[in-house]
């Protein structure tokens, strides 16, 4: 008998007890393992997007952004939500070129992780681009971000110093930092 299939929930009752812009938050009775009942809260996500964009000279373009829950700013990577009907490719483009206010056609994909599995069906799709291009920057009306930037290796020391500290920009910085060492279609030093 495989071992795993002994930890798996079942979904009893779903309600859904708020229902935002962004997020919707359910909560559920669940069926344990066990055969008892327990409840549990979560919130729906739409997925995201982030992209580590990579110059010809090995600098990154990383955005200075301020967020509301931890009033502070952060060190970030362009991201944002996967929008209803895009792809995710699509949504990594528009991003880089919202925020970062660059664009390519040269980018590829280098996995995916879940930043709150104890609350969140949340998936955030990580991405290197190059070959860039300076284009208009678009943030949304209510967005404010500046660029900055900064050399690869220095951004993966920021990360290791705790500098840079958002999850999911240290999770995308090693990740890209890693895919480039193995595939990069260029040197960087």
């Known amino acids: 008998m495989n071992e795993h299939k002994l930890l798996v929930e079942k979904t009893r009752t779903s309600k859904e007890i708020f ?56 060190w970030e990577v362009p991201a944002g939500k996967i929008d209803a009907g895009e792809t995710q490719d699509n949504t990594a483009l528009r991003e880089l070129q919202e925020e970062a206010g660059v664009a390519t056609n040269d980018f590829a994909y280098v996995g995916h992780f879940y930043p709150g599995i104890g609350y969140s069906d949340e998936i955030i799709h990580i991405y290197v681009a190059w070959n860039l291009k300076s284009v208009p920057q678009k943030v949304d009306d209510d967005e404010f971000v500046t660029r900055e930037r900064i050399p690869f290796k220095e951004a993966v020391n920021m990360v290791h110093s705790g500098e840079i500290n958002d999850g999911k920009t240290v999770i995308c910085l090693l990740r890209a930092w890693e895919w480039w060492q193995q595939n990069a279609p260029f040197r960087i030093d």
């Open 19 to 74: 229902n935002g812009k962004l997020l919707h938050v359910f909560y559920d009775e669940a069926e344990l393992p066990d055969g008892s009942t327990s409840s549990r809260e979560w919130i729906k996500h739409p997925g995201a997007c982030a992209v580590v964009p990579v110059f010809e000279n090995g600098d990154l373009m990383m955005i200075r952004q301020f967020r509301y829950p931890m009033k502070q700013v952060f």
